[in-house]
């Protein structure tokens, strides 16, 4: 079965600071995976997807991901993080009949 | 409209009473997903319709039920709520094959007493 796991529930970073969310995935096809980003008191919104098309995947917001088949990961990082960032990130990856699984969720505060 | 509407927003409820979410997209859409979100949980999938006329059972069924009538509408019912069923409630549709992305909608927060 697909499923995914998100490495730590909350992550504290400075204003201007990496922001990295450690995202496995596990799978028995090749995946199809996604983070979304949820702001307080609003649906999920996308912020980037691998689709195999390629390993980097650049999404909105500044963020990216990079696809690592060996290590069964699908990290996300921003270079700089800006107190706009502070939200809920969520992995998922694609399972049969077209649903997804998503991770427990990540919650990103940034400190000034 | 454009995406996904939900309603109501929120809502307080009788334990023991009959309640239906509303769900509806503008977007033609096939497919359409009911999750429930909760603390460290994340969001669990209670319902799914791939197409219209057809619904499947997700992660957490119990005690919900869904139709799918039409490309627009997917409604999720409450017939007996519970307090165990406080929760934020998530619509998304999806267009096309699994790798597009699902859109969500505002969610709609309830709580059973």
């Known amino acids: 079965a697909q499923s995914v796991t998100q490495l730590g529930s909350h992550v504290s970073v400075s204003e201007g600071a990496l922001v990295l969310l450690r995202c496995n995935y596990s799978s028995s096809v090749p995946p199809y995976l996604f983070w979304y980003v949820q702001y307080p008191n609003q649906g999920l919104q996308l912020l980037l997807k691998?689709?195999?098309?390629?390993?980097l995947v650049k999404g909105i917001n500044g963020f990216e991901a990079e696809f690592k088949k060996s290590e069964t990961s699908f990290h996300l990082t921003k270079p700089s993080a800006h107190m706009s960032d502070a939200a809920e990130y969520f992995c998922a990856v694609s399972s049969p009949g077209y649903k997804l699984s998503f991770g427990a969720g990540t919650t990103v505060t940034v400190r000034a | 409209i454009a995406g996904i509407t939900q309603a109501p927003t929120s809502q307080i409820l009788a334990a023991g009473r009959r309640m239906t979410l509303r769900c509806t997209q503008d977007m033609r859409h096939n497919a359409m997903y009911w999750y429930r979100q909760d603390l460290g949980l994340g969001l669990r999938l209670i319902h799914y319709?791939?197409?219209?006329?057809?619904?499947g059972k997700g992660e957490v069924p119990d005690g919900y039920s869904v139709s799918r009538a039409n490309t627009d509408d997917f409604p999720l019912t409450l017939a007996s709520a519970v307090p165990s069923q406080t929760s934020v409630y998530f619509c998304?549709?999806?267009?096309?094959?699994?790798?597009?992305?699902?859109?969500f909608g505002p969610g709609t927060r309830l709580t059973v007493l």
């Open positions: 998304a549709s999806r267009a096309g094959g699994a790798y597009n992305e699902q859109f």
């Open positions: 319709s791939n197409t219209a006329g057809t619904t």
């Open positions: 691998y689709t195999s098309a390629a390993t």
